[in-house]
T-cell receptor, first 111, second 114 residues
């Protein structure tokens, strides 16, 4: 059982569409991070959220941390083929130094 | 380029053998993390070192061990290898040892056990 549940597991959309992927847990996190990973490469950090209810924007990507710090979402506006990849969320529990990763959402954006 | 380097990039070995994976963190980073990524298990945290000392332990098998040297580079030793150990092994580094720190990942070592 994953500490962090990501949904959907797979998502295939057309260029220009909007999408939202989710990261949910029953645990409270001191911080949560989103990464993007391309095949054969290491994950690349996109954003860190720390405060409950926090919203961060990175160009066409909007990240939100839940008020209770148990969940997060990533919204992409007008998706482009370059957004294709595996999106991973990772959280550090308040009383634990381990960083736990979700299984990821594999996004494919077709031109 | 994250600034984290890992060697070798690919490794093919037989069951029962022992291998060592090497990682150099970003300049200035004191923490090194090791992860295993396989198709069916996702990214699994193995172990963290901070300034030479073990800081946190995840799902690391007893056949696996790691250490961080005075120059802050780290090695992950995998012994008595089994077919199921075939995976991508990533190293990441961060500035300090706290859980909220952002981690920067290396390119990974792809291990194939035959």
């Amino acid at each position: 059982t994953q500490l962090l549940e990501q949904s959907p597991q797979f998502l295939s959309i057309q260029e220009g569409e909007n999408l939202t992927v989710y990261c949910n847990s029953s645990s409270v996190f001191s911080s949560l991070q989103w990464y993007r990973q391309e095949p054969g490469e290491g994950p690349v950090l996109l954003v860190t959220v720390v405060t409950g209810g926090e919203v961060k924007k990175l160009k066409r990507l909007t990240f939100q941390f839940g008020d209770a710090r148990k969940d997060s979402s990533l919204h992409i506006t007008a998706a482009q083929p370059g957004d294709t990849g595996l999106y991973l969320c990772a959280g550090a529990e308040r009383n634990n130094n381990d960083m736990r990763f979700g299984a990821g959402t594999r996004l494919t954006v077709k031109p | 380029d994250s600034g984290v380097t890992q060697t070798p990039k690919h490794l093919i070995t037989a069951t029962g053998q022992r291998v060592t994976l090497r990682c150099s963190p970003r300049s200035g980073d004191l923490s090194v993390y090791w992860y295993q990524q396989s198709l069916d298990q996702g990214l699994q945290f193995l172990i963290q070192y901070y300034n030479g000392e073990e800081r946190a332990k995840g799902n690391i098998l007893e056949r696996f061990s790691a250490q961080q040297f005075p120059d802050l580079h780290s090695e992950l030793n995998l012994s008595s290898l089994e077919l199921g150990d075939s995976a991508l092994y990533f190293c990441a580094s961060s500035v300090s040892g706290t859980s909220a720190n952002e981690q920067y990942f290396g390119p990974g070592t792809r291990l194939t056990v035959t």
